[in-house]
């Protein structure tokens, strides 16, 4: 009798409410702890969320209000950015301390409040000062809005996979050390799969295990958190078909191997269509110069129903370290899915052209161990952090805490993938580049060879670009742009621009705020490898950025 009446009132709630009322709130509670945890056959103490390495997944749908409330019990401060979500007009959510808001402090919370507008598939969170987003991250999924499908054959489970390092030491000592040396931190001692690194060094740590069913597909939702490497990723026997990255709808393509930087996502569907068996899962990092990584292969095991643990398991070769080739493939197959529902939306004319050099240089640095200390820049700018969150200076009209001249070329420009200039030493400042409101920017990454050239997973908030052109040694600007991609190029929010090699991204400048760019090798970040783009209020009714909520906390 009760149930009936339920069920009545429900088919009452769902007549009042039809589907096309959409809009919901998801509400969550971040706890930030430190809790001790094992993962290489060693207790020690990591600061998470909830408990949890990796953190909990957030799950919403396109046009949902998400509202986290982050509650600060560590001794550390803390802010989670929510990578990749637009956050149109709500700068104040996005989360990089002291460019969007000051640190979340001992004992102190704060609401996250935003909406999920107009993207779909998997993102990632992360914390967002220092080094704690090693262990501080989790997986955010974005399903499409009720009652859309996917645009591509429905599978029949979804599974998330979260790749990170893992050091025995804490890793804000390994950075701290590092910064004080001048030297580069020490490399992880492990990657992981959903927090476990299967064996590794002296060491029978467990492995994660993906359970499947002969006939079945999945759709894997793979999001790179490790702090300083892009890896590949395979799986023994199968072939995967990428249908998205960083929550775009991609054209769908198959490939047996994956590279992913960190920051990125990708969703690709497996079919257990093999025989009955246990197959190697692993990953294992990328690079294609000389320098130190970590270069241990996590491991993992695809198991069907029916096996055993204790049976033999089918492997696979990893790609050798420097495999380039295999990331050229891979990066080139991507292409937007560009369909009537989900047009790739390239700025066909460009109001902002830009080019910025980015790589590592050398300072002086009396008190380092060889005299000097590795830096990184961009356009010779190593970015210093200020003291009050850029955001804040800028709504509040409050000077002195940044000037808005960052260089739109390298101010002094040389073969940046050929001899290194004479001084390589950098210039420091805390410069934003300014944008009009829908003003469109194309932006040339070009790598520089200083010390080594390396490929930098370039991270920018609260835009989407696409990847219109990219190439090795130097950037042509006659040349060049004959051969951009201006019809159904990828998009993304990260992407990894080519060692000594240059990458062109463009997108519109629709979102007003303070929006940090960034290389997302933490390393480099450190270093100095960051600055942002002041995107101006426009005119119009819903073109200026909203308020700051009463709890954003105070430096
Ligand atoms: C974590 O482990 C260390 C040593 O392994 C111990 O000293 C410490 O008390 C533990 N902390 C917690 C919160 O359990
Ligand atoms: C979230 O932001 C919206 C729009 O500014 C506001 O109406 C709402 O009260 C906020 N919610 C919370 C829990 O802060
Ligand atoms: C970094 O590695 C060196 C050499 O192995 C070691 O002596 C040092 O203690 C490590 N630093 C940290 C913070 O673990
Ligand atoms: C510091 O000097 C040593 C010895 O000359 C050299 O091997 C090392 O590469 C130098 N390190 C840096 C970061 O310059
Ligand atoms: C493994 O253990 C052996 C013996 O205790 C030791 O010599 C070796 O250095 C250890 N290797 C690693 C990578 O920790
Ligand atoms: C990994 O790097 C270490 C230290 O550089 C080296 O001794 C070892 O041979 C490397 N292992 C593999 C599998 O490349
Ligand atoms: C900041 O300056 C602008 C332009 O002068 C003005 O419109 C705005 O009201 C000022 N904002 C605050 C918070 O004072
Ligand atoms: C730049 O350096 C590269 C690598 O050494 C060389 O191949 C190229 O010719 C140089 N370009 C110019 C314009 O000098
Ligand atoms: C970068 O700035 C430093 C310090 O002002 C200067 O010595 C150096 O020549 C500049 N390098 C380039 C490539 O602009
Ligand atoms: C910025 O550069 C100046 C001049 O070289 C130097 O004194 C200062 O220490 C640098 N600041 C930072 C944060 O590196
Ligand atoms: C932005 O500019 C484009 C192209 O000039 C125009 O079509 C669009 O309406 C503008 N959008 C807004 C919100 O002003
Ligand atoms: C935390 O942030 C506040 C505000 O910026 C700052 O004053 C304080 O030094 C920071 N604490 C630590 C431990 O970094
Ligand atoms: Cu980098």
Not at 111 to 116: A, K, R, S, V
């Amino acid at each position: 009798m009760m149930e009936l009446r339920v069920l009545v009132l429900m088919l009452v709630v769902a007549f009042l409410y039809p589907t096309c009322v959409e809009s919901r709130v998801r509400n969550y509670k971040f706890s930030v702890v430190r809790k001790n945890t094992t993962a290489l056959c060693a207790s020690k103490p990591i600061i998470v969320v909830n408990g949890k390495f990796p953190g909990p997944t957030l799950y919403a749908r396109e046009d949902d209000i998400v509202i986290v409330r982050v509650v600060n019990h560590v001794k550390d401060n803390v802010t989670i950015h929510w990578h990749g979500v637009r956050q149109l007009r709500t700068g104040w959510s996005d989360g990089p301390a002291y460019i969007t808001q000051c640190p979340i402090q001992t004992g102190q919370s704060y609401i996250y409040n935003f909406t999920l507008t107009g993207q779909r598939g998997t993102l990632l969170w992360h914390a967002h000062i220092n080094w704690q987003r090693a262990t501080v991250h989790g997986a955010i999924v974005i399903l499409p809005k009720r009652g859309v499908p996917y645009p591509f054959p429905k599978p029949d489970k979804e599974e998330i996979i979260i790749f990170g390092e893992w050091w025995k030491s804490d890793v804000e000592a390994v950075i701290n050390q590092a910064m004080k040396l001048g030297q580069p931190p020490n490399v992880s001692d492990a990657h992981t799969i959903n927090g476990l690194p299967g064996p590794a060094p002296n060491c029978s740590s467990q492995g994660y295990t993906l359970q499947v069913e002969t006939g079945k597909t999945y759709l894997l939702r793979i999001v790179n958190a490790a702090v300083n490497e892009e890896l590949f990723f395979k799986i023994a026997g199968h072939q995967l078909t990428i249908v998205e990255v960083d929550a775009s709808y991609t054209k769908p393509f198959k490939t047996d191997t994956i590279f992913i930087g960190p920051g990125q996502t990708t969703n690709a569907l497996l079919t257990a269509d093999q025989k009955i068996g246990n197959y190697l899962i692993a990953i294992s990092p990328f690079m294609d110069t000389i320098v130190a990584i970590d270069n241990q292969t996590a491991m993992g095991t695809l198991r069907y129903n029916g096996m055993l643990a204790v049976s033999s398991t089918t492997l696979t070769a990893m790609p050798p370290q420097n495999a380039t080739p295999i990331t050229t493939k891979f990066m080139d197959s991507l292409r937007s899915l560009n369909s009537k529902e989900y047009p790739a939306n390239v700025p066909q004319t460009v109001d902002h052209s830009l080019m910025f050099a980015i790589g590592v240089a050398v300072n002086p640095c009396a008190t380092c161990v060889n005299g000097s200390r590795v830096m990184a820049d961009i356009n010779n700018v190593s970015f210093v952090m200020p003291t009050t969150a850029i955001l804040q200076a800028h709504y509040y009209n409050i000077s002195g805490v940044y000037t808005d001249d960052f260089p739109a070329n390298p101010p002094n420009p040389y073969n940046y993938t050929g001899t290194p200039p004479t001084s390589i030493q950098t210039n420091n400042g805390t410069k934003v580049y300014r944008l009009a409101y829908n003003s469109t920017v194309q932006l040339v990454l070009q790598g520089t060879s200083i010390i080594a050239p390396e490929s930098h997973p370039t991270h920018l908030h609260g835009f989407n670009f696409y990847v219109v052109g990219k190439g090795l040694g130097n950037y042509d600007p006659k040349n060049d742009p004959k051969n951009f991609n201006l019809v159904d190029p990828v998009e993304r929010n990260t992407i990894s621009v080519p060692t000594a090699g240059w990458t062109a991204i463009r997108f519109r400048a629709d979102n007003p705020g303070v929006w940090f760019m960034h290389c997302h090798l933490e390393v480099h970040t450190t270093w100095g490898l960051k600055m942002a783009f002041l995107v101006e209020n426009g005119k119009g009714p819903n073109q200026s950025i909203l308020p700051p909520p009463n709890d954003l906390p105070k430096c």
